[in-house]
């Protein structure tokens, strides 16, 4: 006689919530680390000159929410198709922001990272000529990144998937 185990279906709830923290956590351990090996000599950073926070915030910012969006979208694809969760068929109303999301990840992507900037880049402008700030020590930088990179991979992932559990919600 064989010992056969069903496993029930995650909830959609749940599988929002561990997917966009692991990618959460992931970014918040491996940008930091990354922007070390750019910077081993662990210089102060500025603002604006050289390679500089705004210069990492772009290009960061472009770069994770692309990834981000890209392994979401294609995970809950899997995650569907393997029966780990079961969607709503009223999936696509709950949410009217996520209706108001671009079709295909790349583009929700892409507007996750330019609103990030959006609102990034002035707010760490107005705080360093308020303060009166040039450069910051590299470990404060290592800290803004892991916290800036954190939020954002959460964001995105968690919208993404919403997104992707819409249209799918829709086609039915």
């Known amino acids: 006689m064989t010992n056969q185990t069903k496993t029930t279906p995650q909830t959609i709830e749940s599988y929002i919530r561990v997917q966009s923290m692991t990618a ?14 750019m910077n081993q000599k662990i210089a ?30 294609s995970g809950t694809g899997s995650a569907l ?18 209706r108001y999301l671009p079709k295909k990840p790349w583009q929700t992507g892409l507007l996750f990272s330019f609103c990030n900037m959006l609102i990034l880049l002035p ?6 000529n308020i ?7 590299f470990s404060v930088f290592a800290i803004y990144k892991s916290i800036f990179t954190a939020t954002l991979a959460y964001i995105t992932a968690s919208c993404t998937i919403k997104k992707e559990l819409a249209k799918v919600s829709q086609s039915k």
């Open 44 to 73: 102060p950073v500025s603002l604006w000159q050289g390679s500089s926070i705004a210069m990492d915030t772009i290009i960061t910012s472009i770069i994770l929410s692309l990834l981000v969006a890209h392994f979401s979208a």
């Open 24 to 37: 959460a956590i992931i970014n918040a351990i491996v940008n930091p680390a990354l922007a070390w090996l």
């Open 131 to 137: 303060a009166g700030i040039i450069t910051i020590p």
């Open 81 to 98: 198709k393997s029966g780990q969760m079961e969607i709503k068929p009223d999936m696509a109303e709950q949410n009217r922001f996520i």
């Open 123 to 128: 707010l760490l402008t107005a705080i360093f």
